[in-house]
């Protein structure tokens, strides 16, 4: 199997301390509430899990998996909840966890999708966003990072369902 090495875009360390300033400023909005965590599968899984150990409220962790770029590096352009939360949001305070907000239709056809079941409050945390590729204005409440135009891999995302274990954020390159 073909296996390139990746060069580091954002290091362990820097994605670390960034998640603790976000956790930091969710902990302080949320404070005394409870918060419904939704993990959008497969690619926040990693930041979403590291994010929630620094998270100090009542948390319900749900997981949601969409429909995905496929095997390449461009999207479909159809958004299709695969698999659903377990439970209601009705009346409950949302924070949805991606990875990465690219053009962003993703996150606005899930936005829309689950206002229609009348959270409280619905807020997203993305670890990523790549301001030249956005087409759908998405409101980014607490972002990790803005990178530029490059197809990214690894600490949660993938390429063809690889990548996704190495503990930071990498860019590919043929040749190496
Ligand atoms: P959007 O709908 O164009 O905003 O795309 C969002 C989804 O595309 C993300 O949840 C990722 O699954 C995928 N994606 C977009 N850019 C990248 C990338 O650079 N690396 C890996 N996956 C990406």
Redesign the pocket.
Known sequence: MEQFSPDVLISEEDIALRIDALAKAINEEFEGQELVVVC?LK?AFMFCSDLIKKINLPVTLEFLQLS??GEGMT?TGNVKIEMDLSGSIDGKNVLIV??????????TSLLDMLAMRSPKTIKLASLLF?PSRNKYPVPIDYLGFEIEDK???GYG???AGRYRELPYIGVLNAGN
Do not use: A, M, N, Q
Request: proline residues 0%.
């Open positions: 959008v690619g995905s770029y999207s991606e990875d990465i907000v690219d053009t962003g239709l993703t996150l790549k197809f990214v891999i995302l993938d390429y």
